[in-house]
């Protein structure tokens, strides 16, 4: 029996690191606050927005007139007051950003990939109306996606190069519970009356040690590298199933849910534009995906879920994982906070979305009585 992590987000969250994606977009509006206090026209913009100074002053006398103000805001938080003042500044965001930007302010998060892919869906609803115009709107939608993902990569660069070296960083605590061995009570009920017929003794494989360990890592960054294994006999491979930060060109930042009612309609449109950044067309780029499939017909295997939300944008993959005939159990590490409360029914929820047959779900998915919170470390940054 071989064994699949995920590792999301909250992986690298639970090493300290700051890679959630306010954390991401706060440094955008930290740049763009120097880049202002810098700039010596009235108006300046990217992709994603346009700031421009409706009175006589040149931005960095406008800004410094605010005098300790500045000092005493993060960057980010002087952005915002700029997009507040309308009778000073004319502040434009995309509409992609907007939809970023009011979810921060409105719910505290935000899953970019799931806001992109809400402003998609009616591209393709509409397409018949204007086909010409539909699909520069959606070209235009790519761009900002691309330039979005351009600065997440420059942003987790800086991260990685603040907070990670070149040995081994995962916390340990972690690392013991990728490397435990098997137990009885994490295998479903049909698993274990189908290994019964063949064995008579479901108890060989439990406390044993899984053949073979996949970490399949949702990430850009190298926080899960693991050199080698603590057990000589268990095989360990590392696939970075959407790149990493070594190889940019390898990035995969999009959307992946062919299981939407929406996404027949994105397809049949006939337009490229509209299917460029979904995940299941980028994986073709690289050889990690069908490495992903080798590994999963090669035995049975179970799926340790370490900071992945399982949300609708991996929704594709998860489904491929979840429901497939030798995958014996999907055990999440839940995140538990510091008012005692956990995200472990959160976590169920969303691998729910990900099954089309309920019963499997509920066989599959391992009762918090044999689950556990993902342990916490805080890498401390580098010197």
Known sequence: MNRIILVGNGFDLAHGLPTSYKDFINWYFDKWAFRLLQCTQ???KDVLCSFELLSGLHWSSFLFSWGSSIHRSEGHELINNLIIDKRHCNAVLCQFMQNIYKSLETKRWVDIENEYYKLLKPLASNYSSDPDLISVEAKKLNDELDYLTSLLIEYLNQVQSRYLTKYKNIN????DLIFEPININDISV??????NEKTDDIDLIDDKYPNSIMILNFNYTKTADIDSCKNSVMEIKTNYIHGDLSNHKSIIFGYGDELDDDFKKIRDTNDNNLLNEIKSVRYMEAANYRELLEFIESDLFQIYIMGHSCGNSDRTLLNTLFEHKN???IKPFYHERED?????????QNIMRNFNDMKMMRDKVVNKTFCQPLPQMKLQPNP
């Open 172 to 175: 340990p605590d972690i690392e």
């Open 42 to 44: 009235r108006i300046d």
């Open 327 to 329: 995958c014996v159990t």
């Open 340 to 348: 005692g409360s956990d995200d472990y029914l959160n976590i169920v």
């Open 190 to 195: 049909e698993t274990k009356s189908k290994l």
